[in-house]
């Protein structure tokens, strides 16, 4: 190779590189929203109720591929597309790569089903005891209280689910055999609130959930799962903060991938529910050309950090029909935790898991720092290789 085309080479990686961490245009540059009100902008309605679904309504924000127009097309019912316009304003036009872009843009990889995958992977629908309830783990449980979402992502492990099928507006008869069911459960001391995306619901709905499960005495830890905050973070208001506040303690899980999604309006949305005293933690789908890079992912956590969000988890992408395009192996999981642990805070480093298919719950992996173990004598290795010995 001449060193001319090394340098071109190095040149491109560096142009890629500045793409992905390249922040948003302001939606006033883009011609079909030039025209919109701020106020309605910043209304979690207004975001919703003009969300993209057409490829003639995406096509006059960004330049369409052949894949991305059959992908459209056929993803039609559960996990249509929905984009917020929130979210097109951080999409690259230039870059048909753009990670903002690839998960929310369906494309014909979507529709071949691959070795291996499966519908429900994580066998969710068998360990439901009752409706909206999975009970996987003896002291917690997760309730699925929506099929809606912000915006449908197209590595999403609930694709059964989720996508606004009709739902029964008689919330209180919907989730009545759940709540019964935590109630006369007494080894359950935690409740994970998840969907589908639960912030899609109104503030009266959400609060007479949570009041629900507050009135349980030996429900201790209540958690959300969300990723509002990321794909429309108008949604985090005043009014529900103030709501939140009233059933405190309640963690929440918001749902990062890159650090291209961290823009000023989302940590705005992180602020208030950090200043309203709810602690945040993010989960991340490991994804193939999306985050499986070691220095993306040291971007994202330490971005996370900055706006007071611990990474928790680093989800495997799993083996749900129709992801296997944005599959990585495992190895680049592992990879990730290695160039992290040591290298930097360790609050920066999530728990890298892969949820054992079949409903083994999640499975911790990463790089192995203990080489051998005898009777009193454990060999580890730091994270520069180097070999110490722990006698005990
Ligand atoms: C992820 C998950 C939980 C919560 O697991 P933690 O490791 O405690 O965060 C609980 N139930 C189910 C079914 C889950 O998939
Ligand atoms: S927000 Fe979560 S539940 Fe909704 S589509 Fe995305 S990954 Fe799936």
Not at 185 to 194: F, W
Request: charged share 25%.
């Amino acid at each position: 190779m001449s060193n001319s085309i090394l340098v071109d080479n190095q040149k491109t990686q560096l142009e890629i590189h500045l793409r992905r961490i390249q922040r948003p245009r302001d939606y006033q540059q883009i011609c079909i929203y030039k025209d919109v009100n701020p106020l309605e902008w910043d209304d979690w309605h207004w975001q919703l109720q003009h969300r993209i679904h057409t490829r003639e309504e995406l096509s006059k924000i960004i330049k369409l591929t052949p894949e991305e127009e059959k992908g459209i097309e056929k993803a039609k019912g559960r996990l249509f597309m929905a984009i917020t316009p929130y979210w097109a304003t951080l999409i690259d036009p230039e870059d048909a790569n753009c990670p903002i872009r690839r998960q929310a843009v369906p494309v014909s990889a979507e529709f071949v089903a691959s070795a291996h995958e499966m519908i429900d992977p994580l066998a969710e629908d068998r360990d439901s005891p009752v409706p909206h309830l999975v009970h996987r783990y003896p002291d917690r449980v997760l309730l699925l209280v929506t099929d809606h979402c912000g915006m449908y992502c197209r590595h999403c492990t609930r694709r059964r689910l989720v996508g606004e099928g009709e739902q029964d507006n008689n919330f209180v008869s919907r989730f009545e055999p759940a709540i019964e069911y935590i109630k006369s459960n007494r080894k359950i001391r935690d409740v994970l609130i998840s969907g589908g995306d639960p912030f899609t619901l109104e503030d009266e709905i959400i609060e007479n959930l949570l009041q629900g499960i507050r009135s349980i005495s030996h429900v201790e830890f209540l958690r959300i799962g969300t990723r509002v905050p990321v794909t429309l973070p108008q949604r985090i208001t005043e009014k529900l903060v103030n709501m939140l506040k009233k059933y405190s303690p309640i963690w929440l899980s918001i749902h990062f991938n890159h650090s291209k999604e961290i823009s000023k309006r989302c940590k705005i949305a992180c602020d208030m529910l950090s200043e309203a005293g709810l602690p945040l933690g993010s989960q991340t789908v490991l994804l193939k050309g999306i985050n499986d890079r070691p220095y993306l992912m040291k971007r994202l956590v330490h971005e996370l950090l900055q706006i007071r969000v611990r990474p928790y988890y680093i989800y495997q992408c799993d083996p749900v029909k129709g992801t296997q395009h944005f599959r990585t192996p495992v190895s680049a999981g592992i990879n990730i935790i290695e160039k992290l642990r040591g290298h930097t805070s360790g609050y920066a480093v999530p728990t890298y898991v892969i949820d054992g298919p079949g409903g083994g719950g999640k499975i911790p992996v990463g790089p192995n720092y203990v080489l051998s173990q005898a009777k009193g004598k454990y060999v580890l290795r730091n994270y520069k290789g180097k070999i110490y010995t722990y006698l005990e």
